[in-house]
């Protein structure tokens, strides 16, 4: 099951749009980036570029376009009038939703990992490697990467919480920019009043700038700051797929 939705939502025409604004606006930033650094403006190595590029599309453009391609996962379902076919076959309401959320999780990967990887393909051609200092600390090229893709994966694991609630959405309004953009709304009031003491998600940012600021990561405040998180966004987790499985087995899936 879980193939073939993989099989049938990365051929959809969304999925292959919403990665091509991703890659279209890494192009012009690096054109930018590459155009300041020849005339003198800024002084820039592949890392800085990396780092610049990843914060934008992990914090401005993601947030939106993920939760999105998360909606329309269901309300897809809903214009092909295909959500009920599974169920003629026997397979359980929990049983799709969870193949809907491993379904987003691995696409949320495909879409940071292949802009990663493109990012350091473009860095490297146009920059050069260089050592960076993090405090009193000297990273290699190698080790600057590592750091890079350890702040990705944390980026996808704060963004996907809120794909399972584009999903919510979606499933109680029937709407994709219902489900998707008041999703990435959230996300980004979060993200806006980060410093906030009241802020429920401040830990996670938190740690997603630690990750790429601090020296060392065995710190003890950093170690804690890191469990915190990690159990609050376990716990977002947990409750939005019980209200995912309570919303959905409230809808009418003969008639859909």
């Known amino acids: 099951m879980i193939r073939a939705e993989i099989r049938k939502y990365i051929t959809t025409p ?23 650094h020849q005339v003198g403006l800024l002084s820039l190595t592949a890392l800085d570029y990396l780092l610049g590029v990843m914060n ?13 391609f998360a909606a329309y996962t269901y309300v897809s379902e809903l214009q092909w009038r295909t959500l009920m076919f599974p169920f003629f076959d026997g397979t359980s309401r929990r049983a799709w939703l969870a193949g809907k959320a491993i379904l987003i999780g691995i696409c949320l990967l495909l879409f940071t990992g292949s802009y990663l990887l493109l990012a350091i393909l473009i ?39 809120f794909g399972l609630l584009a999903l919510l959405l979606s ?3 029937r709407n994709l920019l219902v489900g998707g953009l ?48 990690t159990l609050l966004n376990l716990g977002l987790v947990v409750l939005l797929a019980v209200a995912l ?3 959905f087995q409230k809808v009418d899936i003969v008639l859909e």
């Open 14 to 36: 969304l999925f292959w749009i919403l990665s091509g604004i991703g890659i279209a606006l890494l192009l012009i930033q690096s054109v930018v980036f590459f155009a300041a």
């Open 56 to 68: 934008f599309y992990l914090t401005y453009l993601l947030p939106f376009l993920f939760p999105l």
């Open 123 to 161: 860095g490297g051609s146009l920059f050069s490697f260089d050592e960076i200092y993090l405090e009193n600390l000297r990273l290699s090229p190698g080790a600057a990467l590592l750091r890079t893709a350890m702040g990705t994966l944390w980026m996808d694991f704060i963004l996907y919480p």
């Open 171 to 173: 499933i109680f309004s």
């Open 182 to 229: 008041g999703s990435g709304l959230t996300f980004f009031a979060g993200l806006m009043f980060q410093q906030s003491p009241s802020n429920p998600f401040r830990p996670l940012f938190t740690v997603a700038q630690q990750l790429v600021r601090l020296s060392q990561l065995t710190d003890a405040s950093f170690l804690y700051a890191l469990g915190q998180a």
């Open 245 to 247: 499985s309570f919303a």
